[in-house]
């Protein structure tokens, strides 16, 4: 194992600088990087020209990353009121902004009418429930579980034992009893994948969503104005991996669109996806600094961050590759476990991972945490949030979240009353 296998998204030296600039540990994202690869992704399907990504807000829930997305033509995906306020907040509005929520509170549906968002039910009971509590929009979107239909995959797990979506049966009679009770448009989605890297796995799900609108269609007499083939495109975590053709998949959902739907005889409909891994992921990182080395059973090097900065390989063990700043070309030839200073010993951001010789204060770079980064953070055992730096495309970098401080930690406590108690 020698040299550094995966390029940075932001030059090694330029970290160097805003290490000693910064307390670290920190995420720093990339503002060149998001608007070429959400151009990339406008591009792809640029042949529909209504097509929309809404970007996952739960991936990034940061409003300055959701203004240049916006401005870049993409929507919000929210799934809760804070993200419905954020979406707001940042300017994103009307159908721009997709409500696609599961055991759905009746605020959260009050707040997303009132923003005009395309409201995306997950389950029949709900379309009564939206019909009580805020009354139907003229437009609803029902999401499909395809159950045995798809097979899924290691994080979403099997789409028939997902808590999501309706039956094929439900699809049927959702629809129309929408229709029945004066909605007039209608929208189908599916959200069956995640961090998938297979292109055909987003063209099967296309076929399979075109090909059922235009069933639901013919049966019931209805059109679909919006299908949203749900998000879950991967990214290329580990060296070596393929970063996900977006130009093929276009190709591919473009020609089952022109076969199912239009050949069919359906009119043209808005094509949308809801991905937020792959908008982000890649152009963001977590930089951290070695903060003690400790040799017992295994070699373990502690870092200043820790699960709550980066939860993804405590919790899904997944993979995210590490740089060690000044370092890229020595010999990797130590072997480290990576970890944090959480009191849970799944608290790691590698095991055995083949690295340079560490010595405290070294920079660590962990790629590849733009998306579902940050954002999964928490305060188990007091550890605190950090803060979120944007190079901007000037190469300036800006604050875009400061750090939280044990001040935020302590906020919803009333200590004073701890007197009288
Ligand atoms: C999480 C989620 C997404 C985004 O998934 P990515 O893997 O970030 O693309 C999109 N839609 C729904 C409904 C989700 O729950």
């Given at each position: 194992?020698?040299?550094?296998?995966?390029?940075?998204?932001?030059?090694?030296?330029?970290?160097?600088?805003?290490?000693?600039?910064?307390?670290?540990?920190?995420?720093?994202?990339?503002?060149?990087?998001?608007?070429?690869?959400?151009?990339?992704?406008?591009?792809?399907?640029?042949?529909?020209?209504?097509?929309?990504?809404?970007?996952?807000?739960?991936a990034?829930?940061?409003?300055?990353?959701?203004?240049?997305?916006?401005?870049?033509?993409?929507?919000?995906?929210?799934?809760?009121?804070?993200?419905?306020?954020?979406?707001?907040?940042?300017?994103?509005?009307?159908?721009?902004?997709?409500?696609?929520?599961?055991?759905?509170?009746?605020?959260?549906?009050?707040?997303?009418?009132?923003?005009?968002?395309?409201?995306?039910?997950?389950?029949?009971?709900?379309?009564?429930?939206?019909?009580?509590?805020?009354?139907?929009?003229?437009?609803?979107?029902?999401?499909?579980?395809?159950?045995?239909?798809?097979?899924?995959?290691?994080?979403?797990?099997?789409?028939?034992?997902?808590?999501?979506?309706?039956?094929?049966?439900?699809?049927?009679?959702?629809?129309?009893?929408?229709?029945?009770?004066?909605?007039?448009?209608?929208?189908?989605?599916?959200?069956?994948?995640?961090?998938?890297?297979?292109?055909?796995?987003?063209?099967?799900?296309?076929?399979?969503?075109?090909?059922?609108?235009?069933?639901?269609?013919?049966?019931?007499?209805?059109?679909?104005?919006?299908?949203?083939?749900?998000?879950?495109?991967?990214i290329?975590?580990?060296?070596?991996?393929?970063?996900?053709?977006?130009?093929?998949?276009?190709?591919?959902?473009?020609?089952?669109?022109?076969?199912?739907?239009?050949?069919?005889?359906?009119?043209?409909?808005?094509?949308?996806?809801?991905?937020g891994r792959m908008v982000t992921g890649p152009y963001g990182?977590?930089?951290?600094?070695?903060?003690?080395?400790?040799?017992?059973?295994?070699?373990?090097?502690?870092?200043?961050?820790?699960?709550?900065?980066?939860?993804?390989?405590?919790?899904?063990?997944?993979?995210?590759?590490?740089?060690?700043?000044?370092?890229?070309?020595?010999?990797?030839?130590?072997?480290?476990?990576?970890?944090?200073?959480?009191?849970?010993?799944?608290?790691?951001?590698?095991?055995?991972?083949?690295?340079?010789?560490?010595?405290?204060?070294?920079?660590?770079?962990?790629?590849d945490a733009g998306a579902h980064?940050?954002?999964?953070?928490?305060?188990?055992?007091?550890?605190?949030?950090?803060?979120?730096?944007?190079?901007?495309?000037?190469?300036?970098?800006?604050?875009?979240?400061?750090?939280?401080?044990?001040?935020?930690?302590?906020?919803?406590?009333?200590?004073?009353?701890?007197?009288?108690?």
């Open positions: 194992m020698s040299l550094d296998a995966k390029p940075l998204p932001i030059p090694a030296a330029e970290i160097a600088v805003l290490a000693e600039r910064y307390p670290t540990p920190f995420h720093l994202y990339d503002e060149a990087g998001i608007r070429e690869n959400a151009r990339r992704l406008n591009a792809a399907f640029g042949w529909n020209p209504t097509f929309q990504n809404f970007f996952a807000v739960k990034c829930p940061n409003p300055f990353i959701m203004k240049i997305l916006m401005e870049e033509g993409f929507g919000a995906d929210c799934s809760s009121l804070p993200e419905l306020l954020l979406a707001e907040a940042t300017g994103i509005k009307g159908d721009a902004v997709m409500f696609t929520s599961n055991d759905t509170p009746a605020d959260e549906f009050v707040k997303a009418r009132q923003l005009g968002a395309v409201i995306n039910l997950d389950d029949i009971s709900h379309i009564d429930f939206l019909r009580e509590v805020a009354g139907l929009p003229d437009r609803v979107c029902l999401r499909y579980n395809p159950g045995p239909l798809k097979g899924g995959n290691a994080i979403i797990g099997k789409p028939e034992e997902a808590k999501y979506g309706f039956t094929r049966q439900q699809l049927f009679e959702g629809f129309r009893m929408l229709r029945d009770c004066g909605v007039k448009r209608f929208g189908l989605h599916t959200m069956v994948a995640s961090n998938e890297l297979d292109p055909q796995y987003f063209i099967d799900t296309a076929e399979l969503l075109f090909g059922l609108a235009g069933e639901l269609s013919r049966e019931l007499g209805i059109v679909f104005d919006l299908i949203n083939l749900g998000g879950g495109i991967g290329p975590y580990r060296p070596g991996q393929q970063a996900v053709d977006l130009e093929r998949v276009g190709r591919g959902v473009r020609e089952a669109y022109e076969r199912l739907l239009i050949g069919a005889g359906h009119p043209p409909v808005k094509v949308c996806l809801e991905c990182c977590l930089v951290t600094r070695v903060r003690h080395l400790k040799r017992t059973y295994k070699n373990y090097a502690g870092l200043d961050a820790c699960m709550a900065n980066l939860m993804r390989p405590a919790l899904y063990g997944a993979y995210h590759h590490i740089t060690v700043i000044g370092k890229e070309t020595l010999p990797h030839d130590q072997i480290y476990d990576v970890t944090g200073s959480l009191c849970e010993n799944n608290d790691k951001f590698a095991v055995d991972r083949h690295l340079p010789a560490l010595e405290r204060g070294d920079v660590l770079v962990i790629h980064g940050h954002a999964m953070g928490f305060q188990y055992n007091g550890k605190l949030r950090s803060a979120e730096y944007l190079r901007r495309r000037d190469k300036s970098v800006t604050m875009i979240r400061r750090a939280e401080t044990v001040q935020d930690y302590l906020a919803t406590l009333d200590l004073a009353r701890l007197k009288t108690f």
